[in-house]
């Protein structure tokens, strides 16, 4: 079996007082695709960070294919390559942007040319016309290409990229997730994405790890709900929407817990069926978004109630019987006592 390129073992990661990362463990195969989903807070970014070895855990060991490594140490240097969501670029031109880390690497002018040239082809920007664009004559999309040709430039062992496509053009997000999944299959580049696209994130990727309070948490999609959570005078517990319709969950752990509803418990009903049990609870919802699955026999639903969101699957035979497309209104019907705390 093949040493994973990543093993985390007990991390901890504090800013200040503040536990921003808590994994007791976490392994990553080498030439795989990972993405990392979870809401804004949820310690994504703080693991990349450490992922790259530009931060150091308060607390355990990140080894990296099969030894221990830390922060700037030369068993990762220069075989890890971070592209943040905001790239910073050079005041210079595009071609010295990108090969600068050539050059730091000692790698002489010619092949630098010639690296140059390949990077702008693989992020789909013609190298004639941008070898010698300057800095500030770059768009959004074009900035944020010439950030990820540089890195695939130096050919990492790893790339990771942060949000790669959250501020871009159509065409530039496009580009670059075309540019990931070649570099992942023609190259055997390990890849660790961050992004809010979770539904391309569940097509491209080899498994997908999501965190919540600075934890790995089991897959719920996007099922996962924040309190405040309130107790009704019969013992009951409920989160009032914004559309006067309430999500009513088990008992919490305390008010401020986060609740999940894992999808297999989710089902989906034309009209609130008239035999629905006293332990099961009724949503009225809109379908926003389908999406058929990489194997062909499922769809994945999306639905919004006020201002919830829950998704589900449900094979295409259920989609086809009960007509679903985007725009319509549906109830989601899910046993009180599925949900799971964290």
């Known amino acids: 079996m093949q040493t994973p390129v990543y093993q985390l073992h007990n991390i901890k990661k504090f800013h200040g007082q503040q536990l921003a990362v808590d994994i007791p463990n976490l392994s990553i195969p080498a030439a795989s695709i990972t993405g990392l989903i979870g809401p804004n807070g949820s310690g994504k970014s703080s693991l990349l960070k450490l992922l790259a070895f530009v931060d150091s855990p308060s607390e355990g060991e990140i080894w990296f294919n099969g030894a221990r490594a830390i922060r700037f140490s030369t068993s990762v240097k220069f075989r890890v390559c971070l592209l943040p969501q905001e790239p910073y670029l050079l005041k210079r031109s595009v071609f010295d942007n990108i090969a600068y880390g050539l050059t730091l690497r000692g790698v002489r002018k010619s092949r630098c040319s010639q690296a140059v040239m390949e990077a702008l082809s693989l992020v789909g920007l013609p190298g004639k016309e941008f070898v010698g664009r300057p800095w500030y004559q770059l768009s959004g999309g074009e900035a944020q290409r010439v950030a990820l040709a540089a890195r695939l430039a130096l050919n990492p062992e790893v790339l990771i990229l942060d949000e790669p496509t959250a501020s871009v053009d ?78 009513k969950v088990s008992a919490p752990p305390d008010a401020s817990a986060a609740a999940a509803i894992p999808p297999e418990f989710i089902a989906i009903h034309r009209s609130i069926p008239s035999l629905l049990k006293p332990t099961e609870h009724a949503i009225q919802s809109i379908v926003t978004r389908m999406k058929l699955e990489t194997s062909l026999k499922n769809i994945q639903i999306t639905l919004k109630a006020a201002e919830l969101i829950l998704s589900l699957s449900v094979s295409t035979e259920s989609a086809q019987h009960l007509n679903i497309f985007p725009g319509q209104q549906f109830y989601i019907v899910y046993p009180v006592s599925a949900v799971v705390w964290y």
Not at 170 to 183: E, F, H, L, P
Not at 198 to 220: A, E, H, T, Y
Request: glycine share 6%.
């Open 170 to 247: 159509a065409a530039s997000a496009q580009q670059i997730k075309t540019c990931a999944m070649n570099a992942s299959r023609d190259r055997g580049v390990t890849l660790v994405i961050v992004s809010h696209d979770w539904q391309w994130l569940q097509d491209v990727s080899d498994n997908v790890v999501q965190m919540f309070r600075g934890k790995v948490i089991p897959p719920c999609m996007e099922n996962i709900v924040s309190g405040p959570w309130f107790q009704k005078p019969d013992g009951s517990w409920e989160k009032p929407l914004s559309d006067g319709q309430h999500l």
